[in-house]
């Protein structure tokens, strides 16, 4: 697995999934507030007049050269949960972009997010 600080790194660089399709580039990162490791990058997606940033686990995802390829399948990434790109994931949001790829999700002790941007 790769550190939060390196994956930041690869903003704006191709995000593909295990066939190479590319889904979009990847904006952001969101890290497990319980752990603090890398859970969800944001992707932008869409024509240029419409944009959005949709959700992808990093789970398992491997980094190429000038690529970040994740497991899960395109057409699944392109449904995911979205926002706008200046947009934020509200913390009522999270359950649904957890459940859109079968994750389990569950908030902190005390109902904190689940996920932080980085």
Known sequence: ????????????HDVVDSEKKKIGSLEAVYVDTATDTPSFATVTIGLPTQRRLIFVPLAD???????????WDKKL??????????????????????????????????????LGRR
Not at 95 to 110: D, I, K, Q, R, S
């Open 61 to 71: 995802a491997t980094v190429g050269p000038g690529y970040l390829k994740v497991v």
């Open 1 to 12: 697995m790769f550190e939060a600080e390196d994956i930041r790194e690869w903003r704006g």
């Open 77 to 114: 990434a392109k449904e995911a949960p979205s926002i706008d790109l200046d947009g934020e994931l509200l913390a009522t949001d999270e359950p649904a972009v957890f459940a859109h790829y079968g994750l389990p999700y569950a908030t902190g002790a005390n109902g904190e997010r689940r």
